[in-house]
């Protein structure tokens, strides 16, 4: 790979594993189903409520991390809601981070060691002046090649 192709922009999206939205469907179609089943009497309201709740669950398996590697920093979205800009300037460190799961917990997450933006599977730990980082990435050796060069040029400008 040239130098140039080293810097383009690029974009990684991550999607929950497969095991997890199997997991969460299930949970959904039985919480929809138990919905009607509970208000059978209710007639409209019973499914209305049903087709809520498989709604819900539905937007909780397709939430995805995006993350664009730009020329400036990286931006980070999660769940198509919450999202950041990380300037190059401010990475001090990246590395690979942990397997997340469930217990970590998807979407924008409060945890100990940072800010998570989680939907399981492998992970990106970036090292900030501000704090550090921990992005849902399902090529993260990927990711962290691309951002290798801009770091370097980071820290040499410096």
């Known amino acids: 790979m040239t130098s140039g192709e080293e810097t383009q922009p690029r974009t990684f999206r991550t999607a929950i594993p497969l095991r997890y ?9 039985s919480g929809a189903a ?6 059978a009497e209710g007639g409209r309201a019973a499914v209305i409520t049903g087709v809520l709740v498989a709604v819900l669950f539905l937007a909780v398996i397709m939430i995805t991390v995006r993350l664009h590697v730009g020329e400036e920093g990286l931006r980070i979205r999660v769940a198509g809601i ?4 990380v300037p190059y300037r401010e990475m001090t460190a990246v590395s690979r981070g942990p397997v997340t799961g ?13 800010t998570g933006y989680l939907v399981g599977g492998p ?5 900030c002046r501000t704090g550090n980082l921990l992005v849902s990435c399902s090529r993260p050796d990927e990711l962290l090649a691309a951002l290798a060069p ?4 980071n820290q040499a400008a410096e």
């Open 21 to 29: 939205r199997l997991v969460l469907g299930l949970l959904g179609l």
């Open 34 to 39: 138990a919905c009607v089943l509970a208000v």
């Open 82 to 85: 919450f999202s950041t800009e």
């Open 102 to 114: 469930m217990r970590h917990g998807m979407g924008l997450r409060i945890l100990p060691e940072g």
């Open 123 to 127: 992970s990106v730990r970036i090292e």
């Open 150 to 153: 801009r770091l370097s040029a």
